[in-house]
């Protein structure tokens, strides 16, 4: 399941509930480094962990390891340097709306539903 969300249309937000962003979701997102014309792009990878739903200042919060230490990126929907949005997996089993728990015990992120069955 690979679903490509365009960040500047209403999709990621307002689709509906299968499609939508939600807290649990690994999204990748690719940004601008600048605004000039041929820009490099950089990507993001990362469980979503809390959506703050405010019109044009709707904001996400990615959270991953990267080299054994936790990093968080808060990212703003509608900037003009989010190039894309992509959730890459659905979250299973979250029923929270902010999984901030995730700050102080990095191993349930890798508990998903989906990857116990993987495991059997």
């Known amino acids: 399941m690979f679903l490509r969300l365009e960040a500047r249309s209403n999709a990621a937000l307002t689709a509906s509930k299968k499609d939508r962003l939600c807290a649990g979701d690994i999204v990748t997102v690719e940004t601008k480094n600048s605004m000039a014309e041929g820009a490099a792009t950089s990507s993001f990878t990362g469980v979503c962990i809390a959506i703050y739903r405010r019109g044009i200042d709707t904001s996400f919060i990615l959270r991953n390891l990267v080299q054994k230490v936790g ?4 990212f703003l929907a509608y900037s003009p340097l ?3 949005i992509d959730i890459v997996h659905k979250g299973v089993g979250f029923r929270r709306a902010k ?4 700050r102080e015990n990095p191993g349930k992120t890798f ?4 990857l ?3 495991g059997k």
């Open 111 to 114: 508990q998903l539903k989906l």
């Open 99 to 102: 999984l901030f728990y995730l």
């Open 71 to 74: 990093v968080e990126m808060r």
């Open 82 to 84: 989010v190039k894309r």
């Open 116 to 118: 116990r069955k993987a």
